[in-house]
């Protein structure tokens, strides 16, 4: 699986957008853009994934770059309960895939008042 | 959404002993489950992949008989931390999926293990 890279950490104004960008030059063409958030000391939470069309869902927005290199995701309305460790993950769906998701280190997003 | 969860949620034990965690899918039936380990201020790591009936395939560096892994239903697995030892301690979590949804993978609430 392709490997993503995220800024370590980023802050946002409580009812702003947040933006959370994260790269991933060498993803293939057969590997999705995943993202998880955690807080503190409670498991991963899903919250979107896409090939490569924008994708939006009750929680957040997902914009792929055309060359998908690199995408972002938007939270549009962020609130101090959104303080937490987002990660961008890249992997291959179908058939022989196991399934396992491999974290990187993720960005700390801090919402503040 | 589908549901993870842990037993227990914290857990203290003295060096030596050992020490099982439960991880269950309460409203669905996990075909895969994983097992990963956090320690303070870092990632996840992924330790190891079980398939309901099989043995666990797990990840390079982890022990496999240190670490062991049972997924014996589609709704349980276990992790048996043997003769821990307080390296050992961590913030254990584990996830599950089922067959028919390559998409999502859903996260119990985690275990926090301290040895001392």
């Known amino acids: 699986d392709a490997k993503t890279t995220q800024p370590p950490s980023m802050d946002c104004a409580e009812g702003r957008a947040a933006n959370l960008p994260c790269n991933h030059s060498?993803?293939?063409?057969?590997?999705?853009v995943y993202w998880y958030r955690q807080i503190h000391s409670q498991g991963p939470q899903y919250i979107i994934h896409?090939?490569?069309n924008n994708e939006t869902n009750e929680m957040a927005s997902l914009i792929i770059t055309e060359d998908r290199k690199s995408s972002t995701l938007i939270l549009p309305h962020a609130t101090l309960r959104d303080t937490a460790v987002y990660y961008c993950?890249?992997?291959?769906?179908?058939?022989?895939?196991?399934?396992?998701?491999?974290f990187g280190q993720g960005t700390t997003l801090q919402v503040k008042p | 959404g589908a549901v993870v969860s842990q037993h227990p949620s914290w857990v203290i034990c003295k060096s030596g002993t050992s020490v099982k965690i439960e991880c269950r899918s309460l409203?669905?039936?996990?075909?895969?489950m994983f097992w990963y380990r956090q320690f303070p201020k870092q990632s996840l790591m992924l330790m190891a992949t079980?398939?309901?009936?099989?043995?666990?395939?797990?990840e390079q560096g982890v022990e496999k008989d240190k670490f062991l892994i049972n997924h014996a239903s589609l709704t349980l697995s276990t992790l048996t931390v043997t003769s821990a030892h307080p390296e050992d301690s961590s913030f254990y979590i584990c996830?599950?999926?089922?067959?028919?949804?390559?998409?999502?993978?859903?996260f119990g609430p985690g275990t926090r293990l301290t040895v001392t």
């Open positions: 996830s599950a999926r089922w067959a028919g949804n390559s998409y999502e993978q859903y």
């Open positions: 060498t993803i293939s063409g057969n590997e999705y």
């Open positions: 896409g090939l490569k």
């Open positions: 993950i890249v992997r291959v769906h179908g058939s022989g895939n196991t399934g396992k998701l491999i």
């Open positions: 409203d669905f039936q996990a075909t895969t």
């Open positions: 079980s398939n309901e009936g099989s043995k666990a395939t797990y």
